[in-house]
Structure formats: structure tokens, C-alpha cells
């Protein structure tokens, strides 16, 4: 090839290569399912240094503490410090239990309302805390789990929401009946802390991150605080706290699980997976909105979330999940569960964790479900 040849096809090289390139450039903002264009590239770059699955840590102590520390670094919310201050609002006798609307310092900037159901047996008790889900709904939080009193309009909805996820009983209530001290607590937006439309939890969450706060920092940080609000209880056995959730309460279980070594069991009903399997199009989680609730910049290029859960190694814990629940793809569910496995097993600890897929129920926590979960919960807080 001489002369202009030679020049043409220099000339058209470097055209094509310059298409290429411009072309390239163009669909680097695609995005699928609000994923960006290269999420396959980097969903392979999340390899979980920092999971005890990595093999990187000999001594599991070790690696729990470092592993809770960077966990609780990741809420971006400094530790409080003020008195809980605990005034009683309005109680109702419930027969064998009496039922409290209390008001407390959750935080050092934030008082709020509480609802706690207490045994009239002599204690001190064994306690559970409950948290609430998410489901879009916002008028109510800490009333789904416990049954309010007071409010006809507010009843109404949140028999409405026990009806639809829990055959109809208040979780609370039943458990309290069982012996427990119960509390439930509003996260921001709910309930007496809202409450707010689906449209407003983005701008909420880019708020928080603008006032050097994270949404899902200050959920989880609180959460931390309810476990030692009840740890600080005369009437309450503080070796003997549980931790029960629902949906986006369940992420929270798990998660507080991990936060607090005060946590003594856990049970956790539908919010589990891998990022692997959630992390796909389609997939609820993309959506973003309620996302912001559970969301901790940096951890996922850490741990997974079953590394996150494993933190509570080798205490109870147990994980329901609905074999038709279309948020929580069973694959993503089952590698979820086979992770953890590996972690309790490696403490000689297998026999404390229970995982289980219902395959014939949805993203619900029916009675039958409560059936196998208050007994379990009974055989790790009652002496």
C-alpha cells in the first residue's frame, strides 16, 4: 500500500476508531431499571473484602469488632448523650398487660413518641423490640405492630394493615401476652413523625446527607437507642432483648443485630438476599424512594448483606422468607441463606440459626409463620 492508499485507510482508521469512541461516549449514561450502563462492571468489582467469608481475618472476635465499627461509622450520626427523660403520655389496661404511650429523648435532637406494652407479672421480663416496616404507607409505623387506642381513623388503618400482613393480630399484643415487654417506635416520616408521601423520602434522604446526616444512619442509630432505652429498665432483664421486624423492620433486625452486642435474638421475616440477586433489573430495590431508608454509602463495596447480618455471630437469629415474595427473588434469598450458614457453622453455632423459605406464602407474616417464631423467640429470652 503507497501513496494516497496508504493515506486513505489511515484516514478511515482513525474515523472509524473516532465513531467508536464517540459512539462509546454516548451510551455511558444509558441506564436499565435506573441502573447505570456499566453496573455488570461494577456489580464484578463488589468482591466483599471485608466479610468474614473472605478469608482475610483468623480471629472472628477480632473481625466482628472491626466489622460492627465500620458498620457504625457508615451512620454518619454521633452517639447521644442526654437522659431518656421518659414521661408517660396515655395508658389503657389490657387485662393481663397494660399498654403506654411514652415520650423519650431517642436521640440527642430528637424526642418522640413510643408505644410499650408491659406484663403485670413481676419482673423483670424479658423484652422484645419491634420495628415497623415500610409498604408505603405512612400514617402509621409503630401502630402496625402494636394496637393504638384513642384514634378511631388511626385503629382503623392499622387493623386494616394486620389484617393484610399479619392475619389479622397485632404482633405486640401477642407477644406481650407471652410475658414480653414490647416497644415500637416511629422512624422519620411515619406515623407521629410524618406523616410524608412516597415523593418526599429522596428529598428527605439528599437533606440529611446536606446537614452532614444520613436518613438510614439516623433509623438505625435510633433503633440502637430503643434496645438501650428497654436495657435500662428496672422491669426488664437486660441479658434477655429480642428484635423482631417485618419487610424494611426486618433489614432493620438484622441490622440492629449487628449494631448492638445487647441484641440477645433476632427475628427476622422478609428482608434478605444477596446484592448479587437483588442488584438485577426489575428488581424493587431499584427503585430508589424507600431505598434511601436502608441506604449506607460504601458499605456494599465491603460486605454483603448477609456479611452485615453475620456481625451477630454465633447469637440466635432466625430468617423467614416467602417463597412468593416478588421482591425478594429466591435465588437471591437461598444464596443469602447459605452465607450465613457458613458463618454460624465456622463458630460451632449452626444449630442457633434458623433460615427458612415458605413456598407457598408472599411478602406477608402470617400466623402460622408467628406459630413457629414466638415459640423460637420463648426458647432464647424466657429462662
Do not use: C
Not at 435500662?232 to 432483664?237: E, F, P, Q, R, T
Not at 436502608?294 to 454465633?314: E, Q, R, V, Y
Amino acid at each position: 500500500m503507497r501513496g494516497k492508499g496508504k493515506i486513505l485507510f489511515m484516514l478511515t482508521m482513525v474515523a472509524a476508531a473516532q465513531s467508536y469512541a464517540a459512539d462509546s461516549w454516548q451510551h455511558q449514561g444509558v441506564v436499565e431499571s435506573n441502573l447505570p450502563a456499566s453496573w455488570q462492571q461494577l456489580k464484578s468489582q463488589m468482591t466483599y473484602p471485608d466479610s468474614w467469608l473472605s478469608g482475610h481475618n483468623s480471629d472472628f472476635h477480632v473481625w466482628q469488632q472491626h466489622a460492627r465499627q465500620q458498620l457504625r461509622q457508615s451512620l454518619l450520626t454521633p452517639d447521644s448523650h442526654k437522659p431518656f427523660a421518659t414521661q408517660i403520655i396515655a395508658s389503657e389496661d389490657r387485662g393481663s398487660y397494660t399498654a403506654e404511650k411514652l415520650a423519650l429523648n431517642i436521640t440527642d435532637d430528637n424526642r418522640i413518641a413510643a408505644l410499650m406494652l408491659t406484663p403485670k407479672t413481676p419482673g423483670p421480663h424479658p423484652a422484645i423490640v419491634l420495628l415497623h416496616d415500610h409498604g408505603s404507607q405512612f400514617d402509621i409505623g409503630k401502630e402496625k405492630l402494636i394496637r393504638p387506642w384513642g384514634n378511631a381513623e388511626q385503629l382503623a388503618s392499622a387493623q386494616a394493615w394486620a389484617d393484610k400482613f399479619f392475619s389479622g393480630r397485632f404482633i405486640g399484643d401477642e407477644l406481650a401476652k407471652r410475658g414480653y415487654t414490647v416497644i415500637a417506635i416511629d422512624s422519620p416520616g411515619w406515623g407521629d413523625r410524618g406523616p410524608i408521601v412516597y415523593e418526599q423520602q429522596q428529598a428527605l434522604a439528599s437533606n440529611y446527607f446536606n446537614l452532614g446526616r444520613s436518613l438510614a444512619g439516623e433509623v438505625a442509630y435510633e433503633d440502637m437507642r430503643t434496645v438501650d432505652f428497654m436495657a435500662s429498665l428496672k422491669g426488664v432483664d437486660p441479658q434477655r432483648i429480642g428484635v423482631l421486624g417485618f419487610s424494611m423492620g426486618g433489614f432493620r433486625a438484622w441490622q440492629l443485630a449487628a449494631l448492638s452486642d445487647k441484641v440477645a435474638a433476632t427475628a427476622v421475616i422478609s428482608w434478605f438476599g444477596t446484592y448479587e440477586g437483588l442488584m438485577t433489573p426489575g428488581n424493587n430495590v431499584l427503585r430508589g424512594q424507600s431505598a434511601f431508608y436502608m441506604l449506607h454509602p460504601g458499605m456494599p463495596a465491603k460486605m454483603d448483606i448477609p456479611d452485615i447480618a453475620s456481625i451477630a455471630a454465633p447469637k440466635p437469629m432466625l430468617i423467614f422468607s416467602g417463597g412468593q415474595d416478588k421482591l425478594f427473588p429466591a435465588q437471591a434469598v437461598s444464596d443469602a441463606f447459605a452465607k450465613v450458614h457458613k458463618v454460624w457453622d465456622s463458630q460451632k453455632a449452626d444449630d442457633m440459626l434458623v433460615t427458612k423459605s415458605w413456598p407457598e406464602l408472599g411478602h406477608v407474616f402470617y400466623r402460622q409463620q408467628q406459630d413457629e417464631v414466638f415459640p423460637w423467640l420463648d426458647k432464647w429470652l424466657k429462662p
